[in-house]
Nanobody
Framework: QVQLVESGGGLVQAGGSLRLSCAVS????????MSWYHQAPGAQRELLGT???????MYADSVKGRFTISRDNAKNTVYLQMYSLKPEDTAVYYC?????????WGQGTQVTVSP
């Protein structure tokens, strides 16, 4: 059974930082494409960035230079380091894994950025 469990969300002031974690079981992150998304109230879920199985990363323009995705193969965990947070970053943040033809989601973690 595949499980993705996000953690690390919370309330932070604008300009602050947070690091989100996505602990994965049932699949191996280094053989998967791991992505982070967020979804604000009333909005569609938006792709923030991806780390490929080869370890290359790509980011949405909205977070480029502020967010960094990394993984710890030994812990089978993926991270989203967020800097210079803005109120518009307020959303539920989701971890996604794609391996072969399957896609898996975590339950999400809330990030709230106050002005």
């Amino acid at each position: 059974q595949v499980q993705l469990v996000e953690s690390g969300g919370g309330l932070v002031q604008a300009g602050g930082s947070l690091r989100l974690s996505c602990a994965v079981s049932g699949i191996t992150v280094r053989f998967s494409a791991m992505s982070w998304y967020h979804q604000a109230p009333g909005a569609q879920r938006e792709l923030l960035g991806t780390i490929s199985s080869a370890g290359t990363t790509m980011y949405a323009d909205s977070v480029k230079g502020r967010f960094t995705i990394s993984r710890d193969n030994a812990k089978n965990t993926v991270y989203l380091q967020m800097y210079s947070l803005k109120p518009e970053d307020t959303a539920v943040y989701y971890c996604n894994a794609r391996v072969q033809l399957a896609s898996y989601w975590g339950q999400g973690t809330q990030v709230t950025v106050s002005p």
